[in-house]
């Protein structure tokens, strides 16, 4: 257990809908960073907040957002939601900010968009 | 239509056996790499992290190797086990500004030990 919790586990929803997907931290960390993984683009870094801000911005769709919380919990919405958004959507986080130092991954959400 | 998935190397050794996962990174101002192992149905987990100034990093039995002239990565398991069995992910960061953070993974290596 990597102290990093997300929710829900598994998420069936239909093209052109909205979800959002929440991520805690582990305690004591700032930074929570969101990934993407699929099975035709392997795993692929979305964003990354510190302390509520945001810090780097991957391939990320316009049509996702993502949110941390004074208490440093993230968010992540996906919306007008397409087949092809079906994948495992992953949160880790670290202490700093640098990316140096390990990223904890939480154990995923499965999306699945029908 | 029928996606079509990664086709991700594979390695199968037999347990007890030592097992070498090598990875080529792209980028060459990266500076920090570390090896992932995601089971099935899991998150990846953290198994070693090197930085460039090194060019080996030992922990309990992995060791990575670094060899940037080339850039190539390397994560050796000595003695692998039926619970190595997963699949390993390198992953790099590159130096500076905008790419805090920003991790690039490789497409990963199936890991298969048989008993």
């Known amino acids: 257990d990597s102290g990093v919790t997300q929710t829900p586990k598994h998420l069936i929803t239909a093209t052109g809908q909205r979800v959002t997907l929440r991520c805690s931290p582990r305690?004591?960390?700032?930074?929570v960073y969101w990934y993407q993984q699929s099975l035709d683009q392997g795993l692929q870094f979305l964003i990354h907040?510190?302390?509520?801000?945001?810090?780097a911005k991957g391939n990320i769709l316009e049509r996702f957002s993502a949110q941390q919380f004074p208490d440093l919990h993230s968010e992540l919405n996906l919306s007008s939601l397409e087949l092809g958004d079906s994948a495992l959507y992953f949160c880790?986080?670290?202490?700093?900010?640098?990316?140096?130092?390990?990223?904890?991954f939480g154990p995923g959400t499965r999306l699945t968009v029908l | 239509g029928e996606s079509v998935g990664l086709h991700l190397p594979t390695l199968s050794v037999q347990e007890g056996d030592n097992s070498i996962i090598n990875c080529a990174y792209s980028?060459?101002?990266?500076?920090?790499f570390i090896w992932y192992k995601q089971e099935s149905g899991k998150g990846p987990q953290f198994i070693i992290d090197?930085?460039?100034?090194?060019d080996k990093r030992q922990g309990q039995r992995v060791t990575v190797l670094l060899n940037k002239t080339v850039k190539h990565l390397s994560l050796q398991i000595a003695a692998t086990q039926p619970g190595d069995s997963a699949v390993y992910f390198c992953a790099e960061n590159p130096s500076g500004g905008t790419s805090y953070g920003k991790l690039t993974f490789g497409q990963g290596t199936i890991l298969t030990v048989h008993p």
């Open positions: 090197i930085r460039s100034n090194m």
């Open positions: 980028n060459s101002a990266s500076d920090y």
């Open positions: 305690s004591g960390d700032l930074s």
């Open positions: 907040y510190y302390n509520g801000e945001e810090r």
């Open positions: 880790a986080s670290s202490v700093g900010t640098s990316g140096i130092g390990t990223q904890y």
